[in-house]
């Protein structure tokens, strides 16, 4: 199969969905399944793009249209772009606010549907609508309300014949707007780096927030990775993990990686609250293979996401993909609605209550998980695209 992926931005490293896409279209290349990629909305440049990007070792074609072009003209481009490589599917990575800042993509269906008006379309929603759980505000329910239209008249027109999400509450929203929806789980935006290359900076931040060559097998590290949820209590989640692990005669420190949106005010102020119970290393922003390394230096996973819509958080994806259990202390949120349960998500997840009933303290398996690797999903997509039956070779005349 030939594949087209179509986005809103491919700025290596500033979006996490053209991160996600990269990946998967890589993975599609390596399997023999040629892809390209058409980013329609990229905030990042100011003229047209086309480039090869290279992830992990396998370089992929991309098209990049700037947000500030007329959308006659990217819509041209993409066209052209899209028809030169005669695709069997075109897979659209969805997200709202990617493609409208509010969120309101009023008109991106009949844009869409010139790029490809012939062919077979898949769509992966990432995001759906505001208004979702049952404490969201009045405000995000009617702008939610408006989004939830907008969604209707994209797969009323564009007909896809595979529709993805990542999370079982976007599942079963979706069905309930009678858009037959399939899960499509959630893998790593961070590959995991192998032994050949540097070492984990981990050591040298502890060593300078601690004290001089700390005793590693005397600490222990529980990392939060990217960026840190308002509504998630640092201070809550050092009361959870603080009493096995005085118990276990250990000194907890939180390990915050990558990009939090947190200011050194805030860090101050943590650092003071959490005073002689845990010690706090902010990393800064760093490679992926850096944070790979230092992922595969902790003993512990905190997610910031609530528990229900847990598998849609892709530094979760990457905590598990690296071997790390990961304590999940927030469940705040629930799906508005009479029939709002949703099954069991991940294995190696803890709440609190789980976490105080240990004896010893939960450990990284330094041995590959079972987890959801890009190949895997790879598999599992393509696997339902050719499910779908024979591919439309009108599409590609």
């Not at 927030?330 to 998500?345: F, Q």
Request: proline share 7%; hydrophobic share 40%; net charge positive.
């Amino acid at each position: 199969m030939r594949i087209a992926f179509i986005t809103s931005s491919l700025e290596p490293g500033q979006d996490g969905v053209g991160d996600y896409t990269r990946r998967l279209a890589a993975e599609c290349i390596r399997q023999g399944h040629p892809s390209i990629i058409a980013g329609l909305n990229d905030s990042s440049i100011s003229q047209t793009i086309r480039q090869s990007q290279k992830i992990e070792g396998t370089g992929v074609s991309v098209l990049r249209l700037p947000k500030a072009m007329p959308w006659s003209e990217r819509t041209r481009e993409a066209r052209d772009w899209v028809n030169t490589f005669k695709p069997d599917w075109v897979s659209l990575q969805f997200v709202p606010f990617g493609f409208h800042p509010k969120g309101l993509c009023f008109g991106l269906e009949r844009r869409l549907a010139t790029i490809n008006p012939r062919g077979k379309w898949h769509i992966m929603f990432h995001e759906l609508w505001l208004g979702l759980g049952d404490k969201a505000p009045v405000k995000f329910r009617l702008w939610g309300t408006l989004q939830r239209m907008m969604v209707r008249k994209m797969t009323n027109c564009l007909h896809p014949q595979m529709v993805h999400t990542q999370a079982e509450p976007y599942r079963k929203v979706l069905d309930q707007e009678g858009i037959k929806t399939s899960i499509l789980p959630l893998f790593s935006n961070i590959p995991r780096a192998n032994g050949n290359g540097g070492e984990s900076p981990l050591p040298a931040l502890l060593a300078e927030a601690i004290g001089p060559q700390p005793d590693r097998a005397k600490l222990y590290l529980a990392g939060v990775l990217g960026a840190v949820h308002p509504e998630w209590n640092a201070e809550q989640t050092v009361n959870v993990l603080l009493p096995l692990v005085q118990r276990s005669q250990k000194r907890l420190v939180l390990v915050f990686l990558g990009r939090n949106h947190l200011t050194p005010a805030a860090f101050d102020q943590l650092k003071s609250a959490l005073q002689h119970r845990a010690d706090v290393v902010v990393t800064g922003e760093r490679t992926s293979d850096e944070i790979s390394r230092m992922l595969q230096s902790l003993d512990l996973g905190l997610a910031t996401s609530p528990r229900q819509i847990i598998q849609k958080s892709g530094s979760a994806a990457a905590l598990l993909d690296h071997g790390l259990p990961v304590l999940v202390t927030r469940d705040d949120w629930r799906l508005r609605g009479p029939d709002a349960s949703v099954e069991k998500t991940f294995s190696r997840l803890l709440s609190p209550h789980q976490f105080a009933r240990l004896d010893t303290l939960p450990m990284r398996n330094p041995h590959l998980p079972e987890g959801n690797t890009v190949k895997k999903v790879a598999d599992r997509m393509l696997a339902s695209l050719q499910a779908t039956g024979p591919v439309n070779r009108a599409a590609r005349l």
